[in-house]
């Protein structure tokens, strides 16, 4: 690579500029010397040295002259931008909220404490016991039903203390159940069954669901007219 040398500039802040061979500068002169170049005489205003030079400190007036944003401006922006983004968390709250509302009436609904026994028409009476079993039978089913008697108050807690030397009762109620004799009704497959879910929820089933999932344990009251069930109802006990 050939390259070229400068004149000394200005005795003992002379510096030395050199170029390559395409006359691109290799290393610059301080802007101090090239000034004091200008005044001297001894450097043209056509010399890519001093072109450089006045072109850096036109780059940074430019850059200082620049106004700064105003903090008012910086901080209103922030507030635009915060309210907006509160405005599109209220629409969606709004909009959710009437699915939310008519959700919760539906729930509340379905779920309902059934006082227990039915009120009973004229020639129907109610039953209390337990399920031995449910069997279809053609278009119906058959129930084979253990019946118990559901006490409480003094009639509960005298039959506790005869049965079992304890007239202590329990949630006010004592279940005698003493023979475990069976009886026999018939149950259309349409008639009206309710379950318990959640513990206290009387919920609305049907029969063949009920007789494939009832066990033992379970207690009912049935609503009976002469040999057919109307209306099956599991009763909550504590």
Same mark, same amino acid.
């Given at each position: 690579?050939?390259?070229?040398?400068?004149?000394?500039?200005?005795?003992?802040?002379?510096?030395?500029? =050199?170029?390559?061979?395409?006359?691109?500068?290799?290393?610059?002169?301080?802007?101090?010397?090239?000034?004091?170049?200008?005044?001297?005489?001894? *450097?043209?205003?056509?010399?890519? *040295?001093?072109?450089?030079?006045?072109?850096?400190?036109?780059?940074?007036?430019?850059?200082?002259?620049?106004?700064?944003?105003?903090?008012?401006?910086?901080?209103?922006?922030? *507030?635009?931008?915060?309210?907006?983004?509160?405005?599109?968390?209220?629409?969606?709250?709004?909009?959710?909220?009437?699915?939310?509302?008519?959700?919760?009436?539906?729930?509340?609904?379905?779920?309902?404490?059934?006082? *227990?026994? +039915?009120?009973?028409?004229?020639?129907?009476?109610?039953?209390?016991?337990?399920?031995?079993?449910?069997?279809? +039978?053609?278009?119906?089913?058959?129930?084979?039903?253990?019946?118990?008697?559901?006490?409480?108050?003094?009639?509960?807690?005298?039959?506790?203390?005869?049965?079992?030397?304890?007239?202590?009762?329990?949630?006010?109620?004592?279940?005698?159940?003493?023979?475990?004799?069976?009886?026999?009704?018939?149950?259309?497959?349409?008639?009206?069954?309710?379950?318990?879910?959640?513990?206290?929820?009387?919920? +609305?089933?049907?029969?063949?669901?009920?007789?494939?999932?009832?066990?033992?344990?379970?207690?009912?009251?049935?609503?009976?007219?002469?040999?057919?069930? =109307?209306?099956?109802?599991?009763?909550?006990?504590?």
């Amino acid at each position: 690579m050939s390259g070229s040398a400068g004149a000394n500039v200005d005795g003992d802040r002379a510096t030395t500029r =050199r170029s390559d061979a395409d006359g691109q500068p290799v290393s610059d002169l301080p802007v101090s010397s090239v000034f004091t170049a200008a005044e001297t005489g001894r *450097l043209t205003l056509n010399t890519p *040295l001093f072109t450089t030079a006045l072109v850096r400190l036109d780059r940074s007036r430019r850059c200082s002259s620049r106004p700064p944003k105003p903090k008012g401006v910086v901080m209103k922006s922030s *507030l635009i931008a915060l309210a907006v983004a509160v405005a599109v968390v209220g629409v969606v709250s709004v909009a959710s909220a009437p699915s939310r509302s008519a959700a919760a009436p539906a729930a509340k609904q379905s779920c309902t404490f059934a006082t *227990l026994p +039915r009120s009973t028409p004229a020639g129907q009476q109610s039953l209390y016991g337990h399920i031995s079993s449910l069997t279809r +039978r053609g278009n119906r089913y058959v129930l084979r039903f253990d019946p118990a008697w559901l006490l409480s108050g003094v009639t509960a807690s005298r039959a506790a203390l005869e049965d079992t030397g304890s007239a202590d009762v329990p949630n006010d109620t004592y279940t005698r159940d003493e023979t475990h004799k069976l009886l026999t009704y018939l149950v259309p497959a349409s008639a009206h069954v309710t379950v318990l879910t959640h513990a206290t929820c009387s919920t +609305r089933t049907t029969v063949a669901k009920l007789a494939s999932s009832t066990t033992p344990r379970r207690r009912f009251w049935i609503s009976v007219r002469i040999d057919t069930v =109307r209306s099956i109802d599991e009763q909550y006990h504590p």
